[in-house]
């Protein structure tokens, strides 16, 4: 019997070996079930603004926009992300620009939202259409549009970056390539699509819905929308803005997307998978997906949250799921 076993584990030795000489993989020699459960690597994590701020506004010492460089980003590592992103599926970044720098114009695969912080004079021209950013608005660079960011102003300019791109690199599909010249011509007249989302539009919006039926696990959200299609901004990110209205708990929930969110104003604390995170103004921080998470805000003021959320990808797959 022994020499049978012996001699059926050498023959099966010797199979296998075949196997993996033709390039095939029989998955049911290793124990445990086919598909395995995988826990998301993307961790909870939160950004302190008082700790990016100054790290960002002593980065010019160290590097200067320009090819090779191309943008004085800092971008947002979640410890669990191997690619050092923010969330798996998202990279958010801070970026600074003093005045009179140009970020130089280039394209590329992946879509790219902006989102405005501090500074006024800041602007992105896209396919030759320049729009300002002012504290608030919001900016959409689709996949391969020539975009260049500059600053005419007297302050340095803040912004958040969000973009796709590892879901590009996931795919294996991330490239991109140079303008000739740093800045784009820029076309007078309106624009040739809407890309630009002003601060006092969406405001305005959150606060008339303020008025009305609150989300039981958001409490008053919109998502930003392309007028053009009625969905989100770009294919894979959804953005969104929110207030978290004094006193407000949430109900808890867990989702099969992800979110990277930015504190706009106010403060609060968010709780995930039972560990409470405290955020304030300008903090940013990550809810991973499936995690159980409800937000609060104890304080006497609204809290204002933006967040990049990749929960249009995850319809589109048809993998989007909360739990309540
Ligand atoms: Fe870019
Ligand atoms: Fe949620």
Redesign the pocket.
């Known amino acids: 019997m022994s020499t049978q076993t012996t001699t059926k584990a050498g023959a099966l030795d010797q199979w296998l070996t075949e196997l993996a000489a033709a390039g095939l993989d029989a998955p049911w020699t290793q124990p445990g079930p086919l598909i395995r459960p995988k826990k998301s690597a993307m961790q909870a994590h939160v950004w302190r603004w008082r700790e990016i701020e100054p790290l960002l506004r002593r980065s010019p010492e160290f590097m200067q926009p320009g090819r090779g460089a191309e943008r004085r980003i800092l971008r947002l590592d979640n410890p669990g992300v191997p690619e050092r992103t923010a969330a798996h599926t998202i990279s958010v970044a801070v970026q600074y620009l003093l005045p009179g720098e140009v970020a130089p114009a280039h394209r590329h695969t992946p879509d790219a939202i902006r989102f405005m912080l501090h500074g006024e004079g800041a602007f992105t021209t896209i396919e030759g259409d320049k729009f300002v950013m002012r504290r608030g608005d919001l900016v959409v660079t689709p996949s391969m549009a020539w975009h260049d960011h500059g600053n005419d102003g007297t302050e340095p300019v803040i912004w958040t970056d969000g973009l796709d791109s590892p879901v590009v690199r996931y795919l294996e599909n991330l490239f991109g390539e140079e303008f000739e010249g740093d800045a784009q011509p820029v076309r007078t007249g309106p624009p040739a699509r809407h890309r630009h989302y002003s601060w006092n539009t969406a405001y305005a919006e959150l606060t008339s819905r303020a008025k009305g039926d609150a989300d039981p696990?958001?409490d008053v959200i919109m998502e930003y929308l392309d007028p053009a299609t009625g969905r989100s901004v770009v294919p894979a990110i959804g953005c969104y803005l929110q207030m978290l209205r004094p006193g407000v708990r949430t109900r808890a929930?867990k989702?099969t997307s992800s979110?990277v969110y930015h504190v706009v104003a106010g403060a609060g604390a968010t709780e995930i998978d039972g560990v409470r995170h405290e955020w304030g103004e300008g903090d940013f921080f990550a809810?991973p997906p499936r995690a159980l998470?409800a937000h609060a805000n104890a304080g006497a003021a609204p809290a204002i949250l933006f967040s990049f959320q990749d929960v249009p990808l995850l319809k589109t797959l048809g993998f989007y799921r909360v739990e309540a």
């Open positions: 696990f958001d929930h989702e979110a809810v998470h």
